[in-house]
């Protein structure tokens, strides 16, 4: 594998690891963040893609601030929606694969039983609607080279995020209330990372269909559950954490009740899905308090 990959949204938690990862492979890796690269600016992206040339494109640039997507979706549609369509239009131009990186919000959240790859889609947030037009962007523009990888929950060392949250109440919190009414699959972005770069490698290869994947970790549990094993891995008492409803924690934007999304489609590309959810945690356990340590320190 060669050429240039060009990763946009390269200073947030996942863009960071996608970075790390490429590091392996003999590739050029162009890191784009938000003050070198604005998505939805056609002209600005036409210059890249000359200048850089890709042969990959990894979107992780997206409005992940869920709740203000509710008061600002026009600001959240053009990140989410007119960015992934105006990179697809110069992965058109150009030739280029394009990974597009989505999330579990694009579904209403109350299934019973993991939502495959094909399930029909019906987002009940500003933000859920805005990611949704970016997949149809993307999957319209690039129905042979175009993919879209779904992901929910995610943690890392690279930017706060829930498990670092806990982390740090844990050290003076003597007890926390965690909802135990949403379901899904906490993803390290490290693993997440490393399916991007294999996706894209069997893209340009032309193993692995364009379209939809699923890429969050395998099993499930709740937020409770999720915090009881992070306590667990503190040498912490899990039964400090109490289980709480949604109820307790009203948000602008609705929570998807159940968020546990099928991988099916990763045979289709000759993959394996995503690992375990605690074995991931307990691996990237290290670094995430290392990283929680930084940040209090400072």
Known sequence: MSGVWLVTGAAGMLGRDVLARLADEPVTAVAADRAALDIADPAAVRAAFAHHRPAVVVNCA???AVDDAESREPAALRVNGTGPGVLAAACRAHGAVLLHVSTDYVFAGDAGKPYPEDAATGPRSAYGRTKLAGERAVLDTLPDTGYVV????LYGAGGPNFVRTMIKLEAVK?????????RGQPTWTADLADRLVRLGRAALAGTAPAGIY???SGGETTWFGFTREIFRLLGAEPARVRATTSDAFVRPAPRPAFSVLGHDRWAAAGMAPVRDWREALEEAFPALCAA???GTSR
């Not at 779904?150 to 929950?153: G, I, K, L």
């Not at 003597?174 to 949403?182: C, E, H, I, K």
């Open 214 to 216: 699923h890429g969050t």
């Open 174 to 182: 003597d007890t926390l209330d965690v909802v135990d009414d949403q």
């Open 62 to 64: 997206a409005w992940t």
């Open 150 to 153: 779904r992901t929910a929950w």
């Open 292 to 294: 929680e340590r930084r």
